[in-house]
């Protein structure tokens, strides 16, 4: 069996891996047109910030360690230009000495990452604007700002990349600004979760441009459409990427919906004895089942694992992803898994949702507030989605929603969790629990939530609600839900009688719980319908200043 890989980063040095632990008699060929195998894209930015001392520890391995480990044959600076599947033969360019080879597989496995997109902005080829995908790339950016010094650095794009790049080059000392052409950061947050994390990028001097869009790049500006115009020394295109399948069209392999090349659960192409792997093919929703293009080094070195078991007679299959994803910026952890509210909806989930307002560890040692917000299907109970911003505990608690929807759990089996409790790591009624357990609630009825733009939605279109602010005078005075009242919930039993039991009523406190306890108060009093207003004032203030 002779197996040819093209592509040899996360995706492509899995496959190999993979393969030669089942069979010791495959030949196994991986073609690479750069100069680097297996190196790590997501740590770029921590070297260009110092974090890493040496670009070279991003490129712990090289073609002779492959060799060595695996007996794989890896040649870069070889570009496969031509594929007849029919002949099962290859034309490869040898970049270096621009020579031509014909080779031939029995296997070929598409592992060609993906590309990044530039941006139609006049001006993008000056040496002194950069993309960031690789290790040239990296290479290249560290000796401009070896050799030029430059204060002041525009960031085009506000996803993973971009933040990264806007958090390290702060820390460098440089000046950032960040243009956004879309109304908010990171898409895959809704929108009452990424206002946080753009307060955040302000609080720490990021100069943050929303609504935004470059239309010309200068020597020392960027000019936007909206005719204001930046002084800058740098300019990072951090816009996203596309899958690279400008090969694998010519040769007749079918692309998805996303772009990526579809492929099957055996991460099989439409033709024979082709597969196609990490960020160059599309992966699938676990929970929709539909197609999505989430390109993660994660994913990759699954796919590359899946697809190099099948081809040596495995059995191993994609089970579809939540595309999951989280990063730092500055001091916050940004954590998120499966659908965002706007998604479920679009998919047509009957949704609950829930702003949950939580130290991660006991506060009398300090523990800071995380804000989970987390979205479950009224029908099945089942967790759809959860985003998670705080200084501290996020990843942990991502990690433990990521295991539970994988595992198809209902919101009620997060309370029954045995997790893991001492104060200096978590409290005793663990966010996780209190997720499960509030969600549960207002699924089955008992104390619905209501988020803050809906209520307002509904009072915009006409709706009649009673609200009350169960927290003390001094608090409601400070802030306040518009045409709220105060009635602090010791005093609540007594003063309901002043209350219409008939209309639809709004309870609050400063997070929720008090309010979720005086939602109890009056349903149990005989309320006709009562919410509890999802994250409490803290949350409905954010929401307001920022929409």
Sequence with gaps: MKIIIIGSVAAGTSVAAKARRNNEDAEITIYNADYDISYSICGIPYFLGGEVDELEQLTPRDAAWFKKRYNVDIYTRHEVVAID???????????????????????????????????????????????????????AIHQFMTTNQPKKVTIIGAGFIGLEMAEQLAHKGLDVTIVQRGKQIMSH??????????????????????????????????????????????????????????????????????????VNTKMQTNITDIYAVGDVAESFSFITNQPIYRPLGSTANKMGRIAGDIITGGSLEHRGILGTGILRVFDLAVGYTGLNEQEAIAEGFDIEVLHNIKP????????????????????????????????????????????????????????????????????????????????????????????????????????????????????????????????????????????????????????????????????????????????????????????
């Design 189 to 262: 947050l809704d929108k009452d979760m990424a206002f946080r994390v753009e307060k955040h990028l302000r609080k720490n001097n990021i100069h943050l441009l929303l609504h935004e869009t470059a239309a010309n790049i200068t020597a020392t500006s960027v000019d936007l459409e909206s005719g204001k115009s930046i002084d800058t020394d740098m300019v990072i295109l951090a816009t996203g990427v596309k899958p690279n399948t400008k090969l694998a069209q010519t040769a007749g392999v079918k692309l998805g919906k996303t772009g990526g090349i579809a």
């Design 85 to 139: 599947s029919n002949t099962k033969t290859i034309q490869v360019n040898n970049l270096e000495t621009e020579e031509t080879k014909e080779d031939h597989y029995d296997t070929l496995v598409f592992a060609t990452g993906a590309t990044p997109i530039s941006p139609a902005i006049k001006g993008i080829d000056q040496k002194h604007v950069f993309q960031v995908r690789n290790i040239q790339n990296t290479a």
């Design 360 to 547: 991660g560890n006991a506060a009398y040692l300090g523990g800071k507030e995380m804000v989970i917000k987390a979205i479950a299907d009224r029908k099945t109970s089942h967790l759809l989605g959860v985003q998670i911003i705080g200084e501290t505990g996020v990843d942990k608690r991502l990690d433990v929603f990521v295991t539970a929807i994988s595992l198809k759990a209902k919101a009620e089996d997060l309370f029954h969790l045995d997790l893991a409790y001492a104060p200096p790591f978590s409290t005793t009624k663990d966010p996780v629990m209190y997720t499960g357990m509030a969600l549960q609630n207002a699924i089955d009825k008992k104390n619905k939530l209501i988020t803050p733009g809906e209520l307002l939605d509904r009072i915009n279109h006409g709706e009649a609600f009673q609200i009350i602010d169960t927290r003390a005078p001094k608090q409601y005075d400070v802030a306040n839900v518009a045409g709220a009242i105060n009635i602090p919930l010791a005093q609540l039993r007594e003063k309901a009688t002043e209350l219409d039991h008939n209309l639809p009523t709004v309870t609050y406190c400063n997070k929720g719980v008090t309010g979720n306890a005086a939602q109890n108060v009056l349903l149990n009093m005989g309320f006709k319908e009562v919410f509890n207003l999802s994250g409490g004032n803290k949350n409905y203030q954010s929401y307001i200043k920022h929409n």
